[in-house]
């Protein structure tokens, strides 16, 4: 069918027309979004937020032993657990076996003027009761690790579908030209490391310049990026305007978005390799600050990760994953958590707090929780995979501070009060970024593919500040 936008007619005359510089006529259409402008992406309404920081604490962490007090729990420790609570539930490996209670494995105070319950293992973290936002009635569809953070990062268990980051760079773009606006970084301590795949951070049927760059805490930060020996700065100019003229010539007959991607690929890496070094050097960071991190810079840690997500949130990188492995707690929960919760509590809190002193957590959300909690029954001296109920909380802009929304029953077992499906979860975290969840679509094989998909999901309005 012929093609009637006169634009587009335009763009393709002169990029057939014109040489070395199509190059810059298709950079500049992919800096101001104009290559693919959709009437569907940007914001819907006013946004509370413009970045999202998710400390995606990988492993399932127990919110028994975090930021689900229940004494009741305590009281029957070592008691059967009632068959009308877990009759017909899916349950991971304590299938078929007897179901006893366990107890909480750490005390709980109440932190700060709104009284919130926080484990005492997490000291630093309860220090920001009054900033958090605590949901205890989060609940999922995967029981086991890599589907739940799949369902989680995708809203789907589905491989290959779009992740909420590249869902959100889709829709609102990047603010940064010098650095990927979906950037991951891992670590790893405390527990049973599962492995996390790189799909969770994909674009799926997205063009793939959306898809999550993962960056590397220590040694090399992103490999590849680097001249290979005997190519200074301006011969890497060279190759790359020839290589991006051919690629625009055959485009403008093929208009295929992967050409588009690998243009703006080439682009990227190129202003990455200043600004990569750049953003890594950490001597302009005052002792007092690493030490609030409790990091040695570089050394692959959270901590390390937590300093370096606020650089990357300093220059306009909309959508940062922090994934730390090590909350996988079959046996052994108590010291587990203890251990795990050591590794991720002070540089979280000092995360919140840096933002906040910068004038930059009002306009940042940051999400703490994983893919799942643990069982309130014991598996030997841990626990298992639970998805009934389980909790998470978020701070920063258009968030409530100091509250609590929803709870789980007096087990901790199933979320009963203002229960919040991950889809729910997913549509508020849209919201905040000024997007409605039912009208940021995508069309693919003929239909109009969505993060929330086509199940119901809901704003969960009372965390809304």
């Not at 914001?43 to 400390?55: A, E, G, T």
């Not at 076996?97 to 932190?111: A, D, Y």
């Amino acid at each position: 069918m012929q093609n009637s936008d006169p634009f587009t007619l335009a763009r393709r005359t002169f990029l057939r027309r014109t040489g070395i510089g199509s190059v810059a006529f298709a950079n500049l259409l992919s800096r101001s979004g104009l290559a693919d402008f959709d009437p569907r992406r940007s914001s819907h309404h006013s946004p509370k937020v413009k970045r999202v920081i998710h400390l995606c604490m990988a492993g399932g962490p127990s919110h028994l032993e975090t930021f689900d007090y229940k004494p009741e729990l305590a009281r029957l420790d070592g008691k059967p657990m009632p068959e009308s609570v877990t009759a017909g539930q899916p349950i991971a490996q304590l299938q078929g076996r007897e179901l006893k209670i366990m107890g909480p494995q750490h005390g709980f105070s109440p932190r700060g003027e709104s009284g919130l319950m926080i484990s005492d293992v997490l000291p630093h973290i309860g220090g920001l009761a009054d900033q958090m936002c605590v949901i205890k009635s989060m609940h999922t569809e995967q029981i086991n690790h890599d589907p739940a953070h799949t369902f989680f990062n995708t809203g789907t268990a589905i491989s290959g579908r779009p992740s909420m980051g590249a869902w959100v760079l889709y829709g609102l773009g990047a603010e940064t030209e010098d650095l990927p606006g979906f950037i991951v970084l891992t670590s790893e301590g405390g527990g049973q490391s599962q492995p996390i795949s790189s799909r969770q951070w994909h674009s799926g049927f997205l063009p793939s310049r959306f898809q999550g760059v993962q960056m590397h805490a220590s040694g090399s930060p992103v490999h590849y990026v680097q001249n290979p020996a005997g190519v200074d700065r301006s011969r890497q100019r060279e190759i790359i305007d020839a290589v991006a003229s051919i690629n625009a010539r055959r485009n403008a007959d093929l208009r295929d978005p992967e050409i588009t991607t690998r243009l703006a690929a080439y682009e990227m890496a190129f202003r990455m390799q200043a600004s990569v070094p750049e953003l890594t050097d950490m001597s302009d960071e005052t002792q007092a600050t690493i030490d609030r991190y409790g990091c040695v810079p570089g050394d692959g840690s959270f901590a390390s990760n937590c300093l370096l997500a606020r650089r990357l949130a300093e220059r306009g990188v909309r959508f940062i994953q922090l994934y730390h492995r090590g909350w996988d707690h079959h046996g052994g929960v108590k010291k587990g958590v203890e251990t795990t919760s050591r590794l991720v509590d002070q540089a979280t809190a000092a995360l919140v707090l840096d933002l906040k002193q910068r004038g930059m957590l009002d306009d940042t959300l940051i999400i703490w929780g994983g893919e799942f909690g643990r069982t309130p029954m014991a598996q030997g001296t841990g626990r298992d995979h639970h998805i009934k109920g389980f909790s998470m909380w978020m701070a920063g802009g258009g968030v409530r501070p100091g509250f609590t929304h929803g709870a789980t029953d007096e087990f901790g077992y199933n979320a009963v009060e203002d229960k919040v499906h991950v889809r729910d979860f997913h549509a508020t975290m849209l919201h905040l970024l000024g997007i409605d969840h039912n009208r940021l679509t995508y069309k693919f094989q003929g239909l109009d593919f969505r993060l929330t998909g086509v199940e119901e999901a809901h704003v969960v309005k009372d965390v809304l500040a």
